[in-house]
């Protein structure tokens, strides 16, 4: 062998860490897997210590799984008509003050009786089980703006601050297949809402969300929610290891923002109450939007982590029809979210619109890694509120898309 081919071959190739072979959709194959090759290698994970602070297990109204319910009637609210003759004089009253969208609150929609039973709900979101939905908002009968108007004014009783959807100070997102009327959006569409795709386990940011159905698919787009805190106890007791993996700083993608990634944990234990707070397109990329080449990827720890939040989510997960006409009220710091892939016919084509809210009397701490995100989709004074009454994808201030 001579010289020069000893030294070729010595050559060490010095490669960084990749990112670990994992999609926007979940793989159950490939979690056994990794699961399976990093026990191998390590056995002892299992044993590790939960980290400090975390316990082993938390209970309450909150931590539930799918099949303690067993009728919807244990979580839909119906409005009566004379409630909704309430809400008709509350539109009324706001109409007559002649002014814009933004100021839509309590005061300004007043609903004398109905608020308190609101009220009420809201503390099922915080201290309850996390969700319910009203049925049913008589969604033909009002204008476009007029529904706007009673969506954002019952929803102003059950948390009064509304966030901003995205950096046009949008405060209504419409949730719907926009791959055909949106063709012509640059770099494609990067997030499944806006299609019919499947939308895996995640949370929004912010405290609640709110989903009004104002019409749905002709088949499938079940909606689907789990306990974080049903999720959290079955790792903390099988993978304490992992525990340790969620609460660490994870690298989320800003898809060409700037800074191109920020980094935060993915679980947190605020004052007795456990979060959990992504969205896994942050971590894989989806669709045409791929995880940016340039930022740090996650590591096969975080890549495990990830799959298994998501299986126990669906293994533990309640599934909600959408009728025409509900209020889905969710809080998302207790609360994972999903929906199944659907198919659009017609008429029968899924159109929701969002809100997010915050109660600021019944609401949790938010984790100091979050309140300056909190901060800032709060902080939008009621002049410059846009509702958006058609659909549109969400822009960032810069331009961009999210
Ligand atoms: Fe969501």
Redesign the pocket.
């Known amino acids: 062998m001579s010289a020069t081919e000893t030294t070729t071959e010595t050559v060490p190739v010095i490669e960084g860490p990749k990112q670990p072979d994992i999609s926007y959709h979940p793989d159950e194959a490939k979690f056994r897997a990794r699961t399976a090759r990093r026990l191998a290698e390590d056995p002892t994970l299992p044993q590790r210590p939960l980290p400090e602070g975390f316990p082993p297990s938390v209970e309450g109204p909150g931590v539930w799984e799918g099949k303690d319910w067993t009728d919807e009637s244990q979580w839909v609210y119906n409005l009566s008509d004379e409630q909704l003759q309430e809400v008709d004089r509350g539109l009324a009253h706001f109409e007559s003050l002649d002014k814009p969208l933004g100021y839509i609150t309590r005061d300004t929609f007043p609903l004398p009786t109905l608020s308190s039973e609101l009220g009420k709900l809201a503390e099922v979101l915080y201290s309850g089980r996390g969700f319910f939905v009203l049925r049913e908002i008589p969604i033909d009968k009002y204008s476009r703006r007029q529904l706007a108007i009673v969506y954002a004014g019952l929803s102003a009783h059950v948390g009064s601050e509304r966030g901003r959807q995205d950096g046009t100070n949008a405060v209504l997102a419409h949730i719907k297949d926009l791959r055909v009327s949106h063709a012509h959006e640059k770099g494609g569409i990067g997030n499944a809402?806006y299609t019919t795709d499947k939308?895996v386990f995640?949370t929004?940011i912010g405290d609640l969300?709110a989903l009004l159905g104002i019409q749905t698919s002709a088949y499938g787009g079940v909606s689907r929610l789990s306990s974080g805190g049903r999720v959290y106890n079955e790792i903390a007791k099988t993978r304490p290891d992992l525990i340790t993996v969620l609460k660490d700083p994870w690298p989320l993608d800003r898809f060409g923002g700037d800074p191109p990634y920020i980094e935060r944990p993915v679980l947190y234990n605020e004052d007795g109450h456990i979060v959990i707070q992504y969205s896994r397109r942050h971590f894989t990329g989806y669709g045409p939007q791929l995880r940016s080449p340039n930022i740090p990827p996650i590591s096969e720890a975080q890549a495990e982590a990830l799959d298994m939040v998501h299986f126990l989510a669906e293994k533990y997960s309640l599934g909600l029809n959408f009728q025409k006409g509900d209020i889905q009220y969710i809080n998302s710091m207790g609360l994972l979210?999903a929906r199944d892939g659907f198919t659009d016919e017609g008429e029968k084509t899924r159109h929701l619109v969002r809100l997010w809210l915050r109660n600021d009397e019944l609401a949790w701490k938010t984790p100091k890694p979050l309140q300056g995100v909190w901060d800032k989709l709060y902080a939008v004074a009621p002049e410059t509120q846009r509702f958006p009454l058609e659909p549109e994808i969400r822009r960032l201030a810069t331009g961009g898309t999210k």
């Open positions: 809402a939308q995640h929004d969300i979210h």
